[in-house]
Protein backbone atom coordinates (compact mmCIF):
# COMPACT_ATOMS: atom_id res chain seq x y z
CA UNK A 1 0.00 0.00 0.00
CA UNK A 2 1.44 3.66 -0.82
CA UNK A 3 2.15 6.27 2.04
CA UNK A 4 0.81 9.51 0.70
CA UNK A 5 1.42 11.29 4.07
CA UNK A 6 4.56 12.99 3.08
CA UNK A 7 3.11 14.86 0.04
CA UNK A 8 1.91 17.78 2.04
CA UNK A 9 -0.16 18.98 -0.68
CA UNK A 10 -1.01 22.68 -0.06
CA UNK A 11 -5.05 23.37 -0.61
CA UNK A 12 -5.02 26.95 -0.63
CA UNK A 13 -2.32 26.45 -3.38
CA UNK A 14 -5.09 24.12 -5.60
CA UNK A 15 -7.95 26.62 -5.06
CA UNK A 16 -5.87 29.67 -6.41
CA UNK A 17 -4.65 27.23 -9.11
CA UNK A 18 -8.22 25.87 -10.54
CA UNK A 19 -9.30 29.65 -9.72
CA UNK A 20 -6.51 30.67 -12.23
CA UNK A 21 -7.64 27.85 -14.35
CA UNK A 22 -11.21 28.39 -14.42
CA UNK A 23 -10.76 32.02 -15.12
CA UNK A 24 -8.57 30.96 -17.92
CA UNK A 25 -10.79 28.08 -19.76
CA UNK A 26 -14.01 29.30 -19.34
CA UNK A 27 -15.36 31.98 -22.27
CA UNK A 28 -18.58 33.35 -20.41
CA UNK A 29 -16.38 34.74 -17.16
CA UNK A 30 -14.49 36.92 -20.09
CA UNK A 31 -18.31 38.42 -20.15
CA UNK A 32 -17.38 39.22 -16.03
CA UNK A 33 -17.43 42.84 -14.50
CA UNK A 34 -13.68 42.24 -13.42
CA UNK A 35 -14.65 44.65 -10.75
CA UNK A 36 -15.75 41.50 -8.82
CA UNK A 37 -12.84 39.21 -9.83
CA UNK A 38 -9.78 38.98 -8.19
CA UNK A 39 -11.02 37.73 -4.65
CA UNK A 40 -10.65 33.82 -4.12
CA UNK A 41 -14.00 33.41 -1.89
CA UNK A 42 -14.31 30.53 0.39
CA UNK A 43 -15.48 32.48 3.56
CA UNK A 44 -18.75 34.42 4.25
CA UNK A 45 -21.93 34.03 2.80
CA UNK A 46 -21.86 32.58 -1.15
CA UNK A 47 -23.10 35.93 -2.46
CA UNK A 48 -21.71 38.72 -4.31
CA UNK A 49 -23.69 42.37 -4.04
CA UNK A 50 -23.67 44.37 -6.83
CA UNK A 51 -24.63 48.24 -6.83
CA UNK A 52 -26.37 49.60 -10.25
CA UNK A 53 -26.49 53.60 -9.79
CA UNK A 54 -28.90 55.50 -11.47
CA UNK A 55 -28.42 58.98 -13.66
CA UNK A 56 -28.76 62.36 -11.90
CA UNK A 57 -30.50 65.10 -13.81
CA UNK A 58 -28.19 68.03 -14.74
CA UNK A 59 -29.44 71.28 -14.67
CA UNK A 60 -28.67 72.90 -18.20
CA UNK A 61 -29.32 76.07 -19.62
CA UNK A 62 -28.40 77.62 -23.16
CA UNK A 63 -26.95 81.03 -23.12
CA UNK A 64 -25.69 81.01 -19.26
CA UNK A 65 -28.93 83.30 -17.72
CA UNK A 66 -28.32 84.46 -13.88
CA UNK A 67 -29.82 81.93 -11.87
CA UNK A 68 -32.66 83.35 -9.80
CA UNK A 69 -33.16 80.69 -7.36
CA UNK A 70 -31.43 78.04 -5.68
CA UNK A 71 -31.07 74.53 -7.02
CA UNK A 72 -33.40 70.90 -5.98
CA UNK A 73 -30.51 68.77 -6.02
CA UNK A 74 -31.89 65.28 -7.87
CA UNK A 75 -31.90 62.52 -5.60
CA UNK A 76 -28.98 59.53 -6.48
CA UNK A 77 -31.03 56.73 -7.04
CA UNK A 78 -29.58 52.68 -6.97
CA UNK A 79 -30.50 49.23 -7.30
CA UNK A 80 -29.32 46.61 -5.16
CA UNK A 81 -28.63 42.86 -7.10
CA UNK A 82 -27.71 40.04 -4.72
CA UNK A 83 -26.25 37.38 -7.09
CA UNK A 84 -26.26 33.76 -5.40
CA UNK A 85 -22.92 32.35 -6.04
CA UNK A 86 -23.91 29.11 -5.06
CA UNK A 87 -26.29 28.60 -7.82
CA UNK A 88 -24.21 26.48 -9.83
CA UNK A 89 -22.68 23.07 -7.92
CA UNK A 90 -19.71 21.27 -9.24
CA UNK A 91 -18.73 19.06 -6.65
CA UNK A 92 -14.76 18.60 -7.24
CA UNK A 93 -13.11 15.19 -6.46
CA UNK A 94 -10.73 13.03 -7.64
CA UNK A 95 -9.76 9.61 -6.05
CA UNK A 96 -5.83 8.30 -6.88
CA UNK A 97 -5.78 4.46 -6.66
CA UNK A 98 -2.42 3.10 -4.19
CA UNK A 99 -1.45 1.38 -7.07
CA UNK A 100 0.69 4.55 -7.96
CA UNK A 101 3.30 5.09 -6.58
CA UNK A 102 4.43 7.98 -4.58
CA UNK A 103 6.98 9.02 -6.75
CA UNK A 104 4.56 9.59 -9.84
CA UNK A 105 1.19 11.16 -7.89
CA UNK A 106 2.90 14.41 -8.61
CA UNK A 107 1.79 14.13 -12.38
CA UNK A 108 -1.06 12.41 -11.57
CA UNK A 109 -2.91 14.99 -9.47
CA UNK A 110 -1.35 18.25 -11.59
CA UNK A 111 -3.54 16.57 -14.83
CA UNK A 112 -6.87 14.98 -12.64
CA UNK A 113 -6.58 19.18 -11.72
CA UNK A 114 -6.38 20.04 -15.25
CA UNK A 115 -9.09 17.81 -16.32
CA UNK A 116 -11.54 18.29 -12.96
CA UNK A 117 -11.27 22.13 -14.40
CA UNK A 118 -11.92 21.67 -17.75
CA UNK A 119 -15.34 20.10 -17.28
CA UNK A 120 -16.33 22.31 -14.49
CA UNK A 121 -15.40 25.13 -16.68
CA UNK A 122 -17.81 24.03 -19.58
CA UNK A 123 -20.07 23.55 -16.80
CA UNK A 124 -20.15 27.36 -16.00
CA UNK A 125 -20.49 28.46 -20.09
CA UNK A 126 -23.65 26.50 -20.36
CA UNK A 127 -24.83 28.23 -17.12
CA UNK A 128 -23.48 31.47 -18.37
CA UNK A 129 -24.65 31.53 -21.71
CA UNK A 130 -28.36 30.02 -20.82
CA UNK A 131 -28.30 33.14 -18.49
CA UNK A 132 -27.66 35.35 -21.11
CA UNK A 133 -30.03 33.82 -23.62
CA UNK A 134 -32.73 34.27 -20.70
CA UNK A 135 -32.30 37.60 -20.30
CA UNK A 136 -33.94 39.19 -23.55
CA UNK A 137 -31.42 40.66 -24.87
CA UNK A 138 -31.41 43.08 -27.94
CA UNK A 139 -30.59 40.89 -30.89
CA UNK A 140 -27.81 41.93 -33.54
CA UNK A 141 -28.00 39.49 -36.28
CA UNK A 142 -24.26 38.63 -37.57
CA UNK A 143 -23.70 37.17 -40.78
CA UNK A 144 -20.66 38.60 -42.33
CA UNK A 145 -19.21 37.48 -45.63
CA UNK A 146 -15.87 39.68 -46.58
CA UNK A 147 -13.78 41.21 -43.93
CA UNK A 148 -15.49 44.87 -44.33
CA UNK A 149 -18.46 42.55 -43.57
CA UNK A 150 -16.64 42.02 -40.10
CA UNK A 151 -15.21 45.60 -39.51
CA UNK A 152 -18.64 46.94 -40.25
CA UNK A 153 -20.49 44.27 -38.18
CA UNK A 154 -18.17 44.83 -35.37
CA UNK A 155 -18.06 48.86 -35.14
CA UNK A 156 -22.13 48.40 -35.49
CA UNK A 157 -22.09 46.24 -32.49
CA UNK A 158 -20.03 49.34 -30.57
CA UNK A 159 -21.67 51.87 -31.70
CA UNK A 160 -25.21 50.25 -30.75
CA UNK A 161 -23.59 50.31 -27.37
CA UNK A 162 -21.90 53.77 -27.35
CA UNK A 163 -25.66 55.04 -28.02
CA UNK A 164 -27.01 53.63 -25.18
CA UNK A 165 -24.23 55.11 -23.06
CA UNK A 166 -21.97 52.01 -22.11
CA UNK A 167 -18.70 53.32 -23.65
CA UNK A 168 -16.04 50.83 -23.14
CA UNK A 169 -14.70 47.10 -22.26
CA UNK A 170 -15.64 45.69 -25.29
CA UNK A 171 -16.28 42.17 -25.48
CA UNK A 172 -17.15 39.71 -28.82
CA UNK A 173 -17.88 35.87 -28.22
CA UNK A 174 -18.37 33.91 -31.32
CA UNK A 175 -18.76 30.31 -31.24
CA UNK A 176 -15.84 28.58 -32.56
CA UNK A 177 -16.83 27.77 -35.52
CA UNK A 178 -17.64 31.81 -36.59
CA UNK A 179 -14.80 32.79 -34.43
CA UNK A 180 -12.83 30.88 -37.26
CA UNK A 181 -13.98 32.56 -40.28
CA UNK A 182 -13.70 36.37 -38.83
CA UNK A 183 -10.22 35.35 -38.35
CA UNK A 184 -9.43 34.13 -41.34
CA UNK A 185 -11.18 37.06 -42.91
CA UNK A 186 -9.72 39.60 -41.42
CA UNK A 187 -5.88 38.52 -41.78
CA UNK A 188 -5.01 39.70 -44.64
CA UNK A 189 -6.70 43.07 -43.76
CA UNK A 190 -5.16 43.79 -40.46
CA UNK A 191 -1.73 42.68 -41.48
CA UNK A 192 -1.20 44.94 -44.44
CA UNK A 193 -2.85 47.69 -43.04
CA UNK A 194 -2.56 49.05 -39.40
CA UNK A 195 0.30 48.71 -37.31
CA UNK A 196 -1.73 47.45 -34.62
CA UNK A 197 -3.29 45.04 -37.10
CA UNK A 198 0.36 43.49 -37.39
CA UNK A 199 0.89 43.19 -33.89
CA UNK A 200 -2.67 41.62 -33.80
CA UNK A 201 -2.11 38.93 -36.41
CA UNK A 202 2.06 38.17 -35.26
CA UNK A 203 0.52 37.59 -31.66
CA UNK A 204 -3.03 35.90 -32.58
CA UNK A 205 -4.84 38.98 -30.86
CA UNK A 206 -7.52 40.12 -33.27
CA UNK A 207 -8.87 42.52 -30.79
CA UNK A 208 -5.38 44.74 -30.73
CA UNK A 209 -7.28 46.08 -34.05
CA UNK A 210 -10.30 47.32 -32.87
CA UNK A 211 -10.23 47.69 -29.08
CA UNK A 212 -12.62 44.87 -28.72
CA UNK A 213 -11.66 41.88 -26.60
CA UNK A 214 -12.69 39.25 -29.25
CA UNK A 215 -12.59 34.95 -28.21
CA UNK A 216 -14.29 31.86 -29.23
CA UNK A 217 -16.90 30.10 -27.47
CA UNK A 218 -17.16 26.25 -27.31
CA UNK A 219 -20.34 25.51 -29.37
CA UNK A 220 -21.16 22.58 -26.73
CA UNK A 221 -21.76 25.30 -24.35
CA UNK A 222 -24.41 26.84 -26.59
CA UNK A 223 -27.75 25.22 -26.15
CA UNK A 224 -29.71 27.78 -28.63
CA UNK A 225 -29.57 28.63 -31.96
CA UNK A 226 -27.25 31.65 -31.16
CA UNK A 227 -23.92 32.98 -32.60
CA UNK A 228 -22.22 34.30 -29.78
CA UNK A 229 -22.65 37.82 -27.85
CA UNK A 230 -21.24 41.54 -28.11
CA UNK A 231 -21.27 43.37 -24.48
CA UNK A 232 -19.15 45.59 -22.23
CA UNK A 233 -18.28 43.48 -18.93
CA UNK A 234 -20.55 45.89 -16.93
CA UNK A 235 -23.74 43.87 -18.24
CA UNK A 236 -22.84 40.67 -16.35
CA UNK A 237 -21.62 40.15 -12.57
CA UNK A 238 -20.42 36.84 -11.02
CA UNK A 239 -17.81 34.78 -9.53
CA UNK A 240 -16.99 31.38 -8.37
CA UNK A 241 -17.28 30.53 -4.45
CA UNK A 242 -14.77 27.68 -2.98
CA UNK A 243 -16.10 25.27 -0.26
CA UNK A 244 -14.40 22.76 1.91
CA UNK A 245 -12.08 21.58 0.09
CA UNK A 246 -9.93 18.65 1.89
CA UNK A 247 -7.56 15.97 1.42
CA UNK A 248 -7.46 12.20 2.67
CA UNK A 249 -3.55 10.95 2.68
CA UNK A 250 -4.98 7.02 2.25
CA UNK A 251 -7.53 7.26 4.95
CA UNK A 252 -10.73 7.92 3.20
CA UNK A 253 -13.79 6.01 3.77
CA UNK A 254 -14.27 3.07 1.78
CA UNK A 255 -10.96 3.32 -0.38
CA UNK A 256 -7.70 2.85 2.25
CA UNK A 257 -4.73 3.76 1.18
CA UNK A 258 -5.83 6.30 -1.78
CA UNK A 259 -4.92 9.68 -1.97
CA UNK A 260 -8.58 11.32 -2.07
CA UNK A 261 -8.94 15.01 -2.45
CA UNK A 262 -12.29 17.00 -2.89
CA UNK A 263 -14.65 20.34 -2.15
CA UNK A 264 -17.37 21.62 -4.01
CA UNK A 265 -16.87 24.92 -7.02
CA UNK A 266 -19.66 26.90 -6.70
CA UNK A 267 -20.48 29.77 -9.13
CA UNK A 268 -23.48 32.09 -9.78
CA UNK A 269 -23.98 35.14 -12.34
CA UNK A 270 -26.12 37.70 -13.69
CA UNK A 271 -27.19 39.94 -16.13
CA UNK A 272 -26.90 43.37 -14.50
CA UNK A 273 -27.72 45.68 -17.46
CA UNK A 274 -29.37 44.21 -20.11
CA UNK A 275 -28.34 47.50 -22.20
CA UNK A 276 -24.62 46.45 -22.19
CA UNK A 277 -25.65 43.73 -24.09
CA UNK A 278 -26.32 42.06 -27.94
CA UNK A 279 -27.03 38.72 -27.96
CA UNK A 280 -25.42 37.75 -31.95
CA UNK A 281 -28.16 35.84 -34.00
CA UNK A 282 -27.96 34.56 -37.94
CA UNK A 283 -30.06 35.49 -40.75
Known amino acids: M ?18 ENLLYRSSFTNFLNTDYLGVI ?27 TTGLTPSLATYTQKTIDLAELRNDYS ?9 AGIAGIIDGQISLQDA ?4 NVDKYGYDKLND ?11 TADDYVEAINTCKATLFNNRVYDRYKLGLVATEY ?25 EIANAFGVDIFPINANAITNSEKGYFASEIATAGDFYFSSFVEYNGNYPGFPGDYVV ?9 VIQPNAALQLVGE
Open 135 to 145: ASLSTFTWAPA
Open 2 to 19: ANYTSIGLDLQSVVKRTY
Open 119 to 122: EIAL
Open 262 to 270: EGAVLFGAE
Open 41 to 67: RQTGAPTLEVVVQGATTVNNAVGAPVR
Open 94 to 102: FRVPSLITE
Open 180 to 204: AKLVSAMVSLLKFETPQGVRGVVEG
